[in-house]
């Protein structure tokens, strides 16, 4: 049996809220798209990301292609609307059945597994300048998450051309009591791993109060940004 929880939040800085995400437990998909900065309709991105989907996965399209289409869906409707700027968003989702999660992504909304035992595992890499320089070894961690840069995604739905998108995935088992948390940046700007982790490792809060305390701790942190959060609990 799945628990899961779910909130977003504009943020202490935005009134808009250009973050989107959907759990639906009898399809087994859940999924989190955040509408990229500066960039004009980042929420009607998202939501289109969302749809697409959700529209998708429920004809039986595989995850990555879902989310591929999605990206074609959004690039379709920049063009109709012919601005000067193409709407793009970031996404993450999973479709967890018979305990086992399947995960794709694009840009840096993010994917964490946490398992008793274990601790936390962030799931996917982000798409971004930053990450990118972390790996080349030129930013420590600690240095990349103040980078003035770092919210600079190199991948993202609506913006990268469709035949250079790189929409990554990764499965595993989802075994009785691990958790898998996808969340958007607004969330990891703010809440670092550890201390994640120590809000996952308290398992007796239900996944909402869980994801009400993850929220919580990112506007405690300051609020930058949107921040949205879905926890999925294998009870």
């Not at 799945?2 to 989107?20: A, I, V």
């Not at 998202?46 to 989310?67: F, I, K, M, W, Y």
């Not at 305390?213 to 009870?235: F, P, Q």
């Amino acid at each position: 049996m799945y628990e899961f929880g779910h909130l977003t939040h504009p943020g202490l800085r935005r009134s808009l809220n250009e973050d989107t995400y959907h759990g639906e437990g009898a399809l087994g998909l859940w999924l989190v798209a955040d509408g990229i900065g500066g960039h004009d309709f980042g929420e009607i991105a998202s939501a289109l990301a969302r749809d697409a989907v959700l529209r998708e996965v429920r004809d039986g399209t595989p995850l990555v292609q879902a989310v591929r289409i999605a990206g074609e869906d959004i690039v379709r409707a920049s063009r109709r609307r012919a601005e000067a700027l193409p709407m793009g968003t970031t996404v993450v989702a999973t479709i967890i059945r018979n305990d086992r999660f399947d995960v794709a992504w694009v840009g840096d909304s993010r994917a964490y597994l946490w398992r008793a035992g274990q601790g936390l595992l962030q799931l996917t890499q982000d798409h971004s300048h930053v990450e990118e320089l972390v790996i080349q070894g030129i930013l420590t961690r600690d240095e990349a998450r103040t980078h003035p840069q770092r919210k600079m995604v190199t991948q993202a739905l609506g913006v990268t051309d469709p035949s250079q998108l790189n929409i990554e995935h990764i499965a595993g088992d989802f075994a009785k009591g691990a958790q898998l948390l996808l969340c958007s940046d607004g969330l990891t700007e703010h809440v670092d791993d550890q201390a994640i982790a120590r809000i996952l490792a308290n398992v007796e809060c239900s996944a909402q109060e869980t994801v009400d305390t993850l929220v919580a701790a990112a506007l405690d942190g300051g609020g930058s940004d949107n921040v949205t959060a879905v926890l999925i609990r294998n009870s």
